[in-house]
């Protein structure tokens, strides 16, 4: 297939707008019902990388006003220092309801705002140009706020790249940047009626198509929810074959699933010792003036040392 000139352009004027997005990790990304202040209080104490205060799937319909509330307040006390460096996000109700409005208004109109705004159900590029619009008039300040984009239909695949080059080129005059894509397996299995089974074959193709846009644009990919929340070490399973598939990350729907996902997706003993060694020998070589070179049989140019750096960048987390 031949790629014209424009279309080039276009995906890498968006690449360069997405270099800074792999900065904050996002390896479990935990989601708390905005209506029970314990379980929000009880989160921070679990060393979650990203969590959220949910405003949609997490609370029933009757308690949407009590989500809203409870979450205002809660932002309004400044974000809670729990001696690392962690995402705080607030996932709204998606734009076909009647909540999404005040949902963004509550959060983003106080003086304290979340690090990010989790926008479910992005089916299209209206939906995108509408939640830009709405944001930017709620948004007061010049601090720069994180978009996560939840993909979660068979029109929102069909139109994921259009997607990620439209957020891209609004976040030139808006006050967000979109920074992940997440994949929401339930809704999309019930959107095109797939029977899941234990291996999830079937969402296979839907879960690479993911991760492969979202990193031709430099964005993270959060996998989907293992909802057996009981069942850690299939979970276990799931969320080192999300990493092998290029994931960054995996949503969390429950306390004891965090530990299990933050390790899954840290590089093995083995990972860190290859990488530390290849970069150890690239820097002998830059001193030598080569530049492609050999490390354990095989040929090494700068793809592959800056993935050794990504190792172990990422091996120093906790």
């Given at each position: 297939?031949?790629?014209?000139?424009?279309?080039?352009?276009?995906?890498?004027?968006?690449?360069?707008?997405?270099?800074?997005n792999y900065n904050v990790p996002r390896r479990a990304l935990m989601y708390v019902p905005g209506d029970d202040l314990r379980k929000i209080s009880k989160s921070f104490t679990l060393n979650a990388d990203c969590i959220v205060l949910d405003c949609e799937d997490g609370v029933a319909i009757n308690q949407k006003n009590v989500a809203r509330e409870t979450i205002r307040s809660f932002l309004q006390k400044g974000k809670p220092n729990i001696g690392r460096e962690y995402d705080l996000g607030v996932r709204i109700n998606s734009l076909d309801t009647e909540f999404w409005q005040e949902d963004l208004r509550s959060c983003l109109n106080g003086e304290f705002r979340p690090d990010t705004i989790l926008l479910p159900k992005v089916d299209d590029i209206e939906t995108l140009k509408l939640f830009s619009d709405t944001a930017n008039t709620y948004i007061t300040t010049d601090k720069i706020l994180n978009l996560i984009i939840y993909i979660e239909s068979a029109k929102s695949f069909v139109n994921l790249i259009d997607i990620c080059k439209t957020a891209g080129t609004l976040s030139n005059k808006s006050k967000f940047r979109p920074v992940a894509l997440v994949f929401g397996s339930d809704d999309f299995c019930a959107n095109i009626g797939i029977t899941r089974t234990t291996d999830s074959v079937e969402i296979l193709y839907a879960r690479q198509k993911l991760v492969l846009t979202a990193k031709a644009f430099n964005l993270q990919a959060i996998?989907?929810?293992y909802i057996k929340y009981k069942d850690l070490e299939g979970l276990k399973i799931q969320s080192e074959e999300g990493a092998?598939?290029?994931y960054t990350g995996k949503q969390v729907i429950h306390p004891?699933?965090?530990p299990i996902v933050q390790e899954a997706f840290l590089p093995t003993s083995t990972q860190v010792e290859w990488?530390?060694?290849?970069?150890?020998?690239f820097e002998k070589h830059q001193k030598q003036g080569k530049g492609a070179f050999n490390y354990k049989g095989n040929m090494i140019d700068m793809p592959t040392v800056k993935q050794a750096e990504n190792i172990i960048k990422l091996s120093k987390l906790q």
């Open positions: 297939m031949i790629i014209g000139k424009t279309a080039v352009r276009t995906v890498l004027s968006c690449y360069k707008i997405f270099t800074r996998d989907m929810v092998r598939l290029g004891a699933q965090v990488a530390t060694g290849l970069l150890e020998s």
